[in-house]
């Protein structure tokens, strides 16, 4: 497979049972994945709500430069579909005929899931090697996302959900809904604020402040939760400062945060 295989929509229907409840795997803000099998292969096949915004000039060209991304820390996309359809919709007690338009992106099959599955209010249920080699092949991948020749990749959305794992606990960034290419890797402003709260550092929901330092922010939480499960935020709130320092720096959370921004 090809990594810019176009599907048509009928044989995504074919390969997912048409949308299945049975072969749903996950939701989301930006769309329903399902397990569908394409020349004897497991993929994940993920069902776009409609776009706001965004016109089908600009879809294909991001679909194009997410395309190019090659890396074992960056879920693989295998292919799209972009079609439209006349289907006729319920309105005010009758039927109407509406252009519907389908957008589906197909990505290679996580056997392992995702990380925040992980995840317990207080731990992370894998051991700490485990949990180390996680930590480092999301710095890899980010590394990648924003070393993008040309025009570097913001993920702007990364969170244990967006980890995913294969079968051998190798992590690959998905879910770049919310990703912006970008000429520089200066900072600049946007009015719109999305993303997931909790992961957005605190220059970008003031003042819309967007740069690579929105994805180390979300990886430094990342890793925090990793190491004291998904309370440690609301725990370590009121820290002081230094004893902050002295506990991530004790868990080597400070030199894996080193590696990943001395890399870029």
Request: aromatic share 10%; hydrophobic share 35%.
């Given at each position: 497979?090809?990594?810019s295989?176009?599907?048509k929509?009928?044989l995504?229907?074919?390969?997912?049972?048409d949308f299945?409840?049975?072969?749903?795997v996950?939701?989301?803000?930006?769309?329903?994945?399902?397990?569908?099998?394409?020349d004897?292969?497991?993929i994940a096949?993920?069902?776009?709500h409609?776009?706001h915004?965004?016109d089908?000039?600009?879809f294909?060209?991001?679909?194009?430069?997410?395309s190019?991304?090659n890396h074992?820390n960056v879920?693989?996309?295998?292919?799209?579909?972009h079609?439209?359809?006349r289907?006729?919709l319920?309105h005010k007690?009758?039927?109407?005929?509406?252009?519907?338009m389908?957008r589906?992106l197909?990505?290679e099959?996580?056997e392992g899931?995702?990380?925040?599955k992980?995840i317990?209010?207080?731990s992370?249920?894998l051991?700490?090697?485990?949990?180390?080699?996680?930590?480092?092949g999301?710095?890899?991948g980010?590394?990648?996302?924003?070393?993008?020749q040309g025009?570097?990749?913001?993920h702007?959305?990364?969170?244990?959900?967006?980890?995913?794992?294969d079968?051998?606990?190798?992590?690959?960034?998905?879910?770049?809904?919310l990703?912006?290419?970008?000429?520089?890797t200066?900072t600049?402003?946007?009015?719109a604020?999305?993303g997931?709260l909790?992961?957005?550092?605190?220059?970008?929901?003031?003042?819309g402040?967007?740069?690579?330092?929105?994805?180390?922010?979300?990886l430094?939480v990342?890793i925090?939760r990793i190491l004291?499960?998904?309370d440690?935020?609301?725990?370590?709130?009121?820290?002081?400062?230094?004893?902050?320092?002295?506990?991530?720096?004790n868990?080597d959370?400070f030199?894996?945060?080193?590696?990943?921004?001395l890399?870029?």
């Amino acid at each position: 497979m090809s990594e810019s295989t176009y599907f048509k929509l009928d044989l995504i229907k074919t390969i997912t049972g048409d949308f299945a409840d049975d072969l749903l795997v996950g939701s989301g803000g930006y769309g329903v994945v399902y397990r569908g099998t394409y020349d004897g292969q497991k993929i994940a096949v993920k069902k776009l709500h409609p776009l706001h915004g965004l016109d089908d000039k600009a879809f294909d060209k991001e679909f194009h430069s997410l395309s190019k991304i090659n890396h074992p820390n960056v879920v693989r996309l295998i292919g799209y579909c972009h079609e439209s359809h006349r289907k006729f919709l319920p309105h005010k007690g009758g039927l109407q005929a509406a252009t519907v338009m389908e957008r589906v992106l197909c990505f290679e099959y996580m056997e392992g899931g995702s990380l925040d599955k992980h995840i317990l209010a207080d731990s992370c249920d894998l051991d700490w090697l485990t949990c180390y080699k996680i930590i480092k092949g999301i710095c890899e991948g980010l590394n990648r996302l924003h070393s993008e020749q040309g025009k570097p990749i913001y993920h702007m959305d990364l969170k244990p959900a967006n980890i995913l794992l294969d079968k051998n606990m190798t992590a690959k960034i998905g879910d770049l809904g919310l990703s912006r290419l970008v000429s520089s890797t200066n900072t600049y402003q946007t009015k719109a604020r999305e993303g997931t709260l909790g992961y957005m550092p605190p220059e970008y929901i003031n003042s819309g402040d967007i740069s690579r330092k929105f994805d180390v922010f979300s990886l430094g939480v990342i890793i925090i939760r990793i190491l004291d499960g998904n309370d440690g935020n609301s725990r370590r709130f009121d820290m002081p400062r230094e004893q902050f320092i002295e506990f991530v720096s004790n868990r080597d959370v400070f030199f894996i945060l080193l590696y990943y921004i001395l890399s870029v």
